[in-house]
Nanobody, 115 residues
Framework: QVEVVESGGGLVQPGGSLRLSCVVS????????MSWYRQAPGKEREWVATISSSGGTRDVQDFVKGRFTISRDNAKNTVYLQMTSLKPEDTAVYYC????????WGQGTQVTVSS
């Protein structure tokens, strides 16, 4: 059974940090690039970051550059999103997505940045 499960969200104050995790099971994780997206209330889902299958290539959206870092541990079938200097506008549900051989989404994890 193929599963994509995010965790690590929560309530954090502005300027704080969180690390999101996404565990993939059911196929060969090391063969797929992975991405993080987010969707704020009333807005469309937007791309945040992508990492290649080996982890050698990473790209992040300009609005999180310097604050968010994507990484992966292929031995643990896990991709991470380290978020620092969080802002209220980072509040959203964060999703991870696989690319190959299937494009699959997780159920999302809520991140709320508020004082």
């Amino acid at each position: 059974q193929v599963e994509v499960v995010e965790s690590g969200g929560g309530l954090v104050q502005p300027g704080g940090s969180l690390r999101l995790s996404c565990v993939v099971s059911g196929f060969t994780f090391s063969l797929t690039a992975m991405s993080w997206y987010r969707q704020a209330p009333g807005k469309e889902r937007e791309w945040v970051a992508t990492i290649s299958s080996s982890g050698g290539t990473r790209d992040v959206q300009d609005f999180v550059k310097g604050r968010f870092t994507i990484s992966r541990d292929n031995a643990k079938n896990t991709v991470y999103l380290q978020m620092t200097s969080l802002k209220p506008e980072d509040t959203a549900v964060y999703y991870c997505k696989t690319w190959a051989p299937f494009q699959l989404w997780g159920q999302g994890t809520q991140v709320t940045v508020s004082s």
